[in-house]
């Protein structure tokens, strides 16, 4: 709005001057127009009267001349007359009020006296004083009409949209740039306006494509994270299941023997039974611990690690067999779903069946009331994640992979919690329901296959785990040294 203001002054002074100058000049112009009009009318009207008197002077003689020129010197006459002897003709004498010329009359050759012409100038102060007037008005008329106009040209084509421009320039200093500004005009301002807007949008693209690589590089450090507290535990869990592996079989074998001996009162034997079904859980945890740490990588991925394509539907058939008890006793009913073609990755199908029985028991135990839980079968294209290692090559930016999904109606992943479920030993679960191993297996033995596990999950709605499986087998070279590093 102030360069609007200032547009407007300017334009305002401008036109005073401009109209004030021509006033100024214009006045000049006529004075000087008069003034030569003036002088004309006295030298032809001068010359009139000397040839006159120069012919009655010439003729009738001197008396006759005088005569004449008295009768022409009328007092109310303009301009006056005035007759001055002598053969020398006095200097001008016009001022600014009054208008003086002389012009000498010639008889024989000889000047025998001076015409003087005198003629007031008051209608020029007169005309100065009209044009004065008239100039201030018209100027005054022109001032506020062309006031007015400025004014709102210049607040609707120049103060309004820089008005615009300086608030979108100070959104996107804000940080928001997703409005654009929007000036219907083809000038300079709307082709400003169509700059910031392109400005905008690159900057918006710029920024979600930054947005995008930070947490993709975060979810990758995240990933990588995990993997290594994986490993780490593994290595730990292979140590521990190796030394109670050994004291646990004498300890369960001394059991069993005591009892079955008959010998022993019925207290102690049914003490020693409880003593080997606890050890037996022991046993049963002592082999998750195995299973997790086997799955560490123990069994290099790619064309080395002896996988055909297995049949799905028979893995999942048996697994869903198997769990049919668990979940009767929930009054749950799983449903196999397949989607189309039922794929046939590579993989080993005694870890897959293990994958999806440990998903199952999951989405079993987190259905509190009765429903079902669907297991899901088919193919996607997908973009798999940054450190997965090794990465399927060959193929396009979004390979098709297998699909096997368990999806349950219970009471979902709280938020907080859910970056955590495939840490090993952690668990929601009530005492004695599981160990915190299964996600952590699972996870390990899907990353061992070149595959992926993505959760989705909502509170008191269900959760979804689906796994996902390269239909061909990464291209990776693996040294002996690194197989026997793996495998010791």
């Given at each position: 709005m102030k360069l609007a203001r200032k547009l407007i002054l300017s334009t305002i002074v401008g036109l005073v001057v401009v109209l004030s100058t021509n006033a100024y000049y214009r006045v000049q112009r006529e004075l000087a127009a008069f003034d030569r009009e003036m002088r004309q009318n006295h030298e032809v009207l001068a010359r009139v009267l000397e040839r006159s008197a120069s012919d009655l002077w010439s003729t009738q003689g001197r008396e006759a001349a005088l005569i004449f020129l008295r009768t022409v010197q009328a007092p109310d006459q303009v301009p006056h007359i005035r007759w001055l002897e002598g053969s020398s003709v006095p200097p001008p004498m016009s001022t600014s009020s009054m208008m003086v010329s002389h012009f000498p009359v010639h008889v024989g050759g000889q000047?025998?006296?001076?015409?003087?012409?005198?003629?007031?100038?008051?209608?020029?102060?007169?005309?100065?004083?009209?044009?004065?007037?008239?100039?201030?008005v018209l100027t005054l008329v022109a001032v506020l009409t062309v006031g007015a106009l400025a004014t709102i040209l210049g607040?609707?084509?120049?103060?309004?949209?820089?008005?615009?421009?300086?608030?979108?320039?100070?959104?996107?200093?804000?940080?928001?740039?997703?409005?654009?500004?929007?000036?219907?005009?083809?000038?300079?301002?709307?082709?400003?306006?169509?700059?910031?807007?392109?400005?905008c949008a690159r900057l918006e693209e710029t920024r979600q494509a930054l947005a995008a690589s930070t947490e993709e590089h975060l979810r990758a450090q995240d990933q990588l994270r995990h993997a290594d507290r994986l490993a780490t535990v593994g290595k730990l869990a292979s140590g521990v299941a190796h030394e109670l592996g050994t004291p646990l079989g004498v300890a369960l074998m001394r059991a069993n023997l005591l009892a079955t001996n008959a010998a022993l009162p019925r207290e102690a034997r049914e003490g020693a039974r409880i003593i080997g079904e606890q050890?037996?859980?022991?046993?049963?945890?002592?082999?998750?611990?195995?299973?997790?740490?086997?799955?560490?990588?123990?069994?290099?991925?790619?064309?080395?690690?002896?996988?055909?394509?297995?049949?799905?539907?028979?893995?999942?058939?048996?697994?869903?067999?198997?769990?049919?008890?668990?979940?009767?006793?929930?009054?749950?009913?799983?449903?196999?779903?397949?989607?189309?073609?039922?794929?046939?990755?590579?993989?080993?199908?005694?870890?897959?069946?293990?994958?999806?029985?440990?998903?199952?028991?999951?989405?079993?135990?987190?259905?509190?009331?009765?429903?079902?839980?669907?297991?899901?079968?088919?193919?996607?294209?997908?973009?798999?994640?940054?450190?997965?290692?090794?990465?399927?090559?060959?193929?396009?930016?979004?390979?098709?992979?297998?699909?096997?999904?368990?999806?349950?109606?219970?009471?979902?992943?709280?938020?907080?919690?859910?970056?955590?479920?495939?840490?090993?030993?952690?668990?929601?679960?009530?005492?004695?329901?599981?160990?915190?191993?299964?996600?952590?297996?699972?996870?390990?033995?899907?990353?061992?296959?070149?595959?992926?596990?993505?959760?989705?999950?909502?509170r008191n709605k269900g959760s979804c785990f689906r796994v996902f499986l390269p239909m061909e087998l990464p291209e990776v070279q693996w040294s002996s040294s690194t197989t026997l590093e793996k495998i010791g």
């Open positions: 000047v025998v006296g001076t015409l003087e012409l005198s003629q007031p100038r008051d209608f020029a102060a007169t005309y100065v004083r009209t044009t004065i007037v008239r100039s201030i607040l609707e084509f120049v103060g309004r949209p820089i008005n615009k421009l300086v608030a979108q320039v100070a959104r996107i200093g804000d940080g928001a740039i997703e409005t654009p500004i929007t000036l219907k005009q083809h000038d300079e301002l709307g082709e400003m306006a169509a700059a910031i807007n392109a400005m050890i037996d859980r022991i046993t049963h945890i002592v082999r998750q611990l195995l299973d997790f740490a086997r799955g560490r990588g123990t069994t290099p991925p790619g064309p080395h690690a002896r996988r055909s394509p297995v049949d799905l539907i028979a893995i999942v058939e048996r697994a869903v067999t198997m769990l049919q008890p668990l979940a009767m006793k929930r009054r749950l009913v799983i449903e196999i779903v397949p989607d189309g073609v039922v794929p046939k990755p590579p993989a080993n199908p005694e870890q897959i069946e293990q994958v999806l029985v440990n998903l199952l028991v999951n989405a079993i135990h987190a259905s509190e009331r009765q429903g079902k839980v669907t297991v899901g079968l088919g193919t996607a294209g997908a973009k798999p994640p940054a450190d997965l290692t090794p990465p399927v090559g060959g193929l396009s930016d979004e390979p098709r992979y297998a699909v096997l999904s368990v999806k349950d109606e219970g009471i979902g992943i709280a938020p907080d919690i859910l970056p955590r479920i495939f840490e090993p030993f952690f668990t929601t679960k009530h005492v004695g329901e599981g160990t915190g191993l299964g996600l952590s297996v699972a996870y390990g033995i899907v990353r061992e296959h070149s595959g992926w596990i993505e959760v989705a999950s909502e």
